[in-house]
């Protein structure tokens, strides 16, 4: 199943309006999306506040993952009961519901994931019917294998791309065996899996695909799953004539995600209804052949596990 990712709609990838934002998410709901994941710090708010006035307009049967804990100083003492309660009701407030369909930690500080008493306040949410889930996102595959283990995680969220294979190894069969859900996010490689980037591309000041090549806000395997850009860039023209004939590169990208079998739901992001529609359009594409995957992983073995696969 392929969803829509909601950063964009909130911050960090450039400026987007109200009204692009609006008929994006529109795109995305005629094209068959019924899975939307955003999170309480995309843009502070703003990106849960324009789906929660989505789903007063529009109704429809759609089902809302979000994500809480980036907002404060990333801390494990941070992650309690009283705090996850104050999270939630903001979440609650700005999507306009009172039962919150997934509520996902956001990539905590890694002792988070082996504190029970965090994930006893999560069942506690439960209880109280604040949400009616939970998962967590993650970055490390060490930290997906912990998440798997705990009884109530419902899903596991990690970076899954044709430059970011190590998943598939443990991750993506421990899941499927605990009956946990796999949510891939970053399925473009924050647009290097579009093809459409090559070495004069400039991005804007507030696109964390300028100002975080390096990790300098936030996890650098976020921006371009961690790959360096050249290197990146080098990797897509080797894929490029794998892509099926009337395809672009980026469903290539999306659909060879939607072919591991343990994948749940892909969420790649949308700036505007262009972008929703052919991104979801991947879903009813046919299965790549097995020559193209064993060209991924060709491609990814020899040119970008040298960077990524022992760091995630």
């Not at 975080?212 to 004539?241: I, M, Q, W």
């Not at 980026?250 to 972008?275: S, Y």
């Amino acid at each position: 199943m392929i969803g829509l990712g909601a950063w964009q709609l909130g911050a960090d990838w450039g400026e987007v309006s109200e009204d692009a934002a609006f008929a994006t998410l529109a795109a995305a709901v005629e094209s068959g999306v019924t899975f939307i994941d955003t999170a309480d710090v995309y843009g502070d708010g703003r990106s849960e506040q324009l789906i929660g006035r989505f789903l007063r307009q529009h109704g429809g049967d759609l089902f809302v993952a979000t994500k809480m804990g980036r907002r404060v100083p990333q801390e494990p003492s941070a992650y309690t009961l009283d705090n996850f309660r104050a999270w939630n009701d903001r979440s609650r407030t700005n999507l306009g519901v009172d039962t919150l369909d997934l509520v996902q930690l956001h990539c905590p500080p890694t002792p988070v994931y082996h504190t029970g008493a965090v994930f006893d306040a999560l069942d506690t949410l439960v209880q109280e019917k604040r949400i009616a889930a939970y998962g967590v996102s993650v970055e490390t595959c060490d930290e997906a294998l912990a998440a798997i283990a705990r009884p109530g995680v419902a899903s596991v969220q990690i970076i899954l791309n044709a430059l970011r294979l190590k998943p598939l190894e443990q991750v993506l069969p421990a899941a499927a065996a605990a009956g946990v859900g796999i949510i891939a996010r970053v399925p473009l490689a924050s647009g290097l899996l579009s093809g459409r980037y090559d070495e004069n591309t400039r991005f804007a000041a507030d696109d964390h695909r300028n100002y975080n090549r390096h990790g300098e806000s936030f996890d650098v395997g976020e921006t371009f799953s961690g790959v360096d850009y050249a290197t990146g860039l080098s990797a897509v023209r080797r894929l490029k004539p794998l892509v099926p004939a009337g395809e672009t590169m980026a469903q290539f990208a999306l659909r060879w995600i939607v072919d591991q079998p343990a994948v749940t739901v892909v969420i790649p992001g949308a700036r505007n209804p262009e972008q929703a529609h052919a991104n979801a359009s991947a879903a009813a594409l046919a299965p790549l052949p097995p020559e193209a995957h064993a060209t991924v992983t060709a491609v990814y073995d020899e040119l970008v596990r040298p960077q990524v696969h022992h760091r995630w």
